[in-house]
């Protein structure tokens, strides 16, 4: 039997305004964007602030504010237009962002579909009544996941992201029972990439999407 192919999630491509064309052209399966809520903006960014000026990314370290070209939310959902293959990651603990990105959505995309994630799954309440909303929930570290586990026993969910490094065959087998939808990151070598495979996600979370 043929197994179905992998999709791929763009990791981060979506919060700069060439990323997400590039990502789009690509045939990419979704994009995924950063949602910071800050000084009441919607902010499309990976990086965290360090004060009014400053930001910082484990991958990048300190950015000053001026040199960066920040996009916001309605930016990137204008680029985008209708395309269904936008994935929300939603940053912070206060629920606040997620009702002005719920309230966005209703308002500049009406029923488009859209993906939305978060670490705070109380976000994704916001969603709730939103039949075009893929929620997903993401977990980064191993008691995050086990309370996944425990969750997913007594309930389906539209699909969960986890950290590679977390997953074992038994685990996605596991997962998959309760959803169709399973992504592991960061999937960004060959390396990764295979043991993904081996464990029977059905999908990566990857820098490395090629054309085609």
């Known amino acids: 039997m043929v197994r179905p192919r992998m999709l791929i999630v763009a990791h981060r491509a979506g919060n700069t305004v060439d990323g997400l064309r590039t990502a789009l052209a690509s045939g990419a399966d979704l994009v995924e964007a950063d949602v910071h809520l800050y000084r009441g903006a919607l902010e499309m960014r990976h990086s ?101 586990r425990a969750r997913l026993r007594g309930e389906r969910v539209d699909g969960v992201s986890i950290r590679l490094r977390l997953l074992t065959a038994s685990v996605v087998a596991e997962l998959r029972r309760a959803t169709g939808l399973v992504l592991a990151w960061p999937v960004d070598t060959d390396a990764a990439l295979a043991r993904a495979e081996r464990l029977g996600v059905t999908g990566v979370v990857t820098k490395n999407v090629r054309s085609g």
């Open 48 to 148: 965290r602030t360090l004060g009014p000026r400053l930001y910082w990314d484990r991958s990048s370290g300190l950015t000053r504010r001026r040199d960066v070209v920040v996009p916001e939310l309605e930016e990137i959902l204008a680029v985008a237009g209708d395309d269904p293959r936008l994935l929300l990651d939603l940053k912070g603990r206060s629920r606040t962002v997620a009702a002005r990105v719920a309230e966005t959505l209703r308002t500049r995309r009406p029923g488009v579909p859209v993906a939305v994630c978060t670490k705070e799954w109380p976000m994704l309440d916001a969603f709730a009544g939103d039949a075009n909303v893929r929620r997903i929930l993401s977990v980064a570290n191993a008691v995050q996941l086990a309370r996944l």
